[in-house]
């Protein structure tokens, strides 16, 4: 099936530091999707991104939905303690078919 | 509630005994998920819901797992004779409308252990 292949798997960071992380696929996707994870908690969305080529923002965190449909990526800009978790990025190939989601990128900050 | 809530939030059995699993959705969502999540693992689509049928299943590992729906609304996992390869999280979603934008709304999740 479809696969999402996301890195890093971990990364340890300073607060104050900007964080970048991917996600690539083999095949495209008409969605891409953001979402975080605490522990004990279920995922929740911080971005979606709907258009080839789209740069969207929400506060500190920036998300762009690659030219190919086959990749995306997410920015986290001055990272605070809060921002510690588990970052999925998630596709969608056409409408009415499930999400697919990554493996996803666990992130640490140190204060 | 305001959020999708699932029940029991741990539940540990036994090899070969029958689980169930709930979830209530958000109201007035009409399409609702269900996924496993792995230790170390993203989440694994299982079957979705829009309304009260199963619009898709295929991702149900095999006959053992079956889940209803039956008033559109509140719907239940079913495992029966579970093994222990089935621990996992198992993580209810719900979206107002299904599919279109991807957006899901995801509940805490039933940890479930099999001994």
């Known amino acids: 099936g479809q696969q999402l292949n996301q890195s890093p798997q971990s990364m340890f960071i300073q607060e104050g530091e900007d964080v970048s992380m991917n996600c690539t696929s083999s095949?495209?996707?008409?969605?891409w999707l953001w979402y975080k994870q605490d522990p004990g908690e279920g995922p929740v969305l911080l971005i979606a991104?709907?258009?080839?080529?789209e740069l969207t923002s929400n506060g500190r965190l920036t998300a762009q939905f690659g030219i190919t449909r086959k990749d995306s990526f997410l920015n986290i800009s001055a990272s605070i303690p809060s921002d510690v978790g588990i970052y999925f990025c998630?596709?969608?190939?056409?409408?009415?078919?499930?999400?697919?989601f990554g493996k996803g990128t666990r992130l640490s900050v140190i204060a | 509630g305001a959020g999708v809530s699932q029940t029991p939030s741990n539940k540990v059995t036994e090899k070969g005994k029958y689980v169930e699993l709930r979830c209530d959705p958000i109201?007035?969502?009409?399409?609702l998920y269900w996924y496993r999540q792995s230790l170390g693992q993203g989440p694994e689509f299982l079957i979705y819901?829009?309304?009260?049928?199963?619009?898709?299943d295929s991702g149900l590992p095999n006959d053992r797992f079956f889940a209803v729906r039956p008033e559109g609304s509140v719907s239940t996992l079913k495992i029966q004779r579970t093994e222990r390869g089935d621990s996992a999280v198992y993580l209810c979603?719900?979206?107002?409308?299904?599919?279109?934008?991807?957006?899901?709304?995801f509940g805490e999740g039933s940890r479930l252990t099999v001994l």
């Open positions: 979603a719900s979206s107002p409308i299904a599919g279109t934008t991807g957006e899901l709304f």
């Open positions: 095949s495209i996707f008409n969605t």
């Open positions: 991104l709907y258009k080839a080529g």
């Open positions: 998630a596709g969608q190939s056409e409408g009415n078919t499930p999400l697919v």
């Open positions: 109201s007035g969502h009409t399409a």
């Open positions: 819901f829009q309304g009260t049928g199963a619009a898709d």
